[in-house]
């Protein structure tokens, strides 16, 4: 089965809020995580990216945290967007010191903002 | 600066065809990989290339077939199609560093075979 997965599937958010994203993962040997962002008809954008010896990182209105004692990511988009609505994958590269080598995706939450 | 384009961006095939999907990579990226997306599932990766070379190999069986070419490029073959072949083939292009480490992989829009 999946390893790397999302807490639920569907994540529904007033325009403005804060909108927070979970997944977990299983392999204690991944050492770099990504989301990814897919809108209907289009592939996969990325959006941030983390390596294991790290547990925080930012962008532009999004934090990636990763907490590797309890193997879980997540995803933080702050004053959340209507153009944010999308599907939202995390994936990780199992094979350490890999890279983005062969990524493993979960099954994706899809975003929805409520106006 | 183009991105990662992908042809075509559709395709009907019926079962026991043949199909090959070609890929170009974003500039200054040597590295391609494969994933296969069904409706609704995360992608799944099929195979990466570098150096003309199939490099990683994900769960998929020896119908799924690839190429690189030397200016980078890739075509993805799969033979004896199936109904459970259609899918969005997604293609991913990086930059692969001394040591073998592959830097972030930006996919391409797809293409979406339907296998009647």
């Known amino acids: 089965g999946e390893s790397v997965g999302l807490h639920l599937p569907t994540l529904s958010v007033q325009e403005g809020d804060n909108s927070i994203i979970n997944c977990a993962y299983s392999?204690?040997?991944?050492?770099?995580f990504i989301w990814y962002k897919q809108e209907s008809g289009k592939g996969p954008q990325f959006i941030i990216d983390?390596?294991?010896?790290?547990d925080k990182r930012q962008g532009q209105r999004v934090t990636v945290l990763l907490n590797k004692t309890v193997k879980h990511l997540s995803l933080q988009i702050a004053a959340t967007q209507p153009g944010d609505s999308a599907v939202y994958f995390c994936?990780?590269?199992?094979?350490?010191?890999?890279?983005?080598?062969?990524?493993?995706f979960g099954k994706g939450t899809h975003l929805i903002i409520q106006p | 600066d183009a991105g990662v384009t992908q042809s075509p961006t559709h395709l009907i095939k019926t079962r026991g065809q043949q199909v090959t999907l070609r890929c170009s990579p974003k500039?200054?990226?040597?590295?391609v990989s494969w994933y296969q997306q069904a409706l609704g599932q995360g992608p799944q990766f099929i195979f990466q290339?570098?150096?003309?070379?199939?490099?990683q190999r994900g769960n998929f069986p020896d119908r799924f077939s690839g190429h690189q070419f030397p200016n980078y490029s890739s075509e993805l073959n799969v033979n004896a199609l199936l109904l459970g072949d259609s899918a969005l083939y997604l293609c991913?292009?990086?930059?692969?560093?001394?040591?073998?480490?592959?830097?972030?992989?930006?996919f391409g829009p797809g293409t979406r075979l339907t296998v009647l």
């Open positions: 290339y570098y150096e003309e070379e199939e490099r």
């Open positions: 392999n204690s040997a991944s050492d770099y």
């Open positions: 500039s200054g990226h040597d590295t």
């Open positions: 991913a292009s990086s930059f692969r560093r001394s040591g073998g480490y592959t830097d972030t992989q930006y």
């Open positions: 983390i390596r294991s010896n790290m």
């Open positions: 994936a990780e590269n199992r094979r350490s010191g890999g890279g983005a080598d062969g990524l493993t």
